[in-house]
């Protein structure tokens, strides 16, 4: 290194660094792209092997995938949007729970989409649904916590399906002792994000029995989104090889044949069509994907030791001799603010997370670091300035990430006191149970 530093004490920095200066600009592209650079400078990396990495970035297949996945959504949200699908899509929702409910389980509903930067597509459902004048900051929150609801366990995440991988657990158990952390997660998320909203006034009453005879069904509205998912599945499954070509093949295929699909039920004009794909949205957002990519490119970029920067940041955890558990915790958690990725703090930190436990460690150790790895890796990644759908959010909603990022602590909070006390349950109720 060119400092002598912890690389662990680099990459907080850098975080710091995005965290701050966004405060100070309207556009993260700067910001990600200033903290980015901290790394491998104060890291000793040459400038020429910063360069490579950059091109490598911008030239990878894998980011260009993912941004032509980012675009694809964006075009498809403004398509169910100019289309009416969506306004009939949340007054149908709206004329059957009320508007704290509404909100909530609108991005919910899309968080069962495995798509990159997914919160960028309920963002537009929760602005129509908002009767209220929720605070826009809070709406930025409600947004992301509960789009991402279901990724602690839903097979369809590559996150997840990594994890079972490493874990060694079956699929069935994993889904099964993950499963409670979706309950955990809305229970946070009721009371420091949905609480204190208190519904309109029910100023629909006498039109009520009205909206709904005019209002489509869910399933219809939903359809678009359903082709995806069984789109995605379908090739999955009958195809295994198509997503070891590229892993956001599945979703491109789905989402192309969504936007067709819709179009066939709801067609628009070619202008409409032109205002949507020469958005300036679009470039935009692919610009700072591609920065946010930069960042995890340059956390993997090799460093005079021969070693990466996460690499580094295990090694630096372990000298610690820090307690097995703590490093169970810790070292996801870590990789999921630095990442912003599931399959990034997953791919980082659970293959020394496990084999940590020893040679043929019990089911309840397993189960128990399974919880504490995924769930407080997975608080981590919601917490990371890096997140692209915390970014997304933020920047549909114009809120500051600073401030977003500040609001979320009090539902991590609960939410991490809630997988820990889950977690004891598991590795001390788990033999006695085993017993009776």
Sequence with gaps: MLINIPVSTIVAISLAIIIILSRFFKNLHLPVAIGACFIPLLCGVSLHEIAQAIQSSFTSLNNIMLISVMVLIIILSSQMSESGFMKKLVESVRVKVN????????????????MPGGALFSAPLVQDCDRNNIPSLKKTNINFWFRHIWEYWWPLYPGV???IDITGLNAGIFILTLLPLSLFSVISGYFFLLKKITPPKKELNTNSQRLKNKTDKIAYLLSPLMIIIAVYAFIRILFPSIPHINKYLPMITGIIL???????LQPLSPKQWKIIIFSPRLLNLATLILLIRMYGAFLEIKLPSGLSPVEIMR?????????VYAVIIILPFICGITTGLAVGFVGASFPIVFLMLGNSPSIQSLMTASVLAYGFGYLGMLLSPVHVCLIVSNKHFQTNLFHSIKLLLLPASLMALLILIYAALIHFAFPAFLQS
């Design 161 to 163: 399906l990594l994890a």
């Design 315 to 323: 090694n630096e955890f372990l000298q610690l001799a820090i307690p």
């Design 258 to 264: 969504a936007i067709i699909y819709l179009q066939f």
């Design 99 to 114: 508007q704290k409910i509404a909100v909530a389980l609108l991005p919910a509903l899309i968080g069962l989409l495995p």
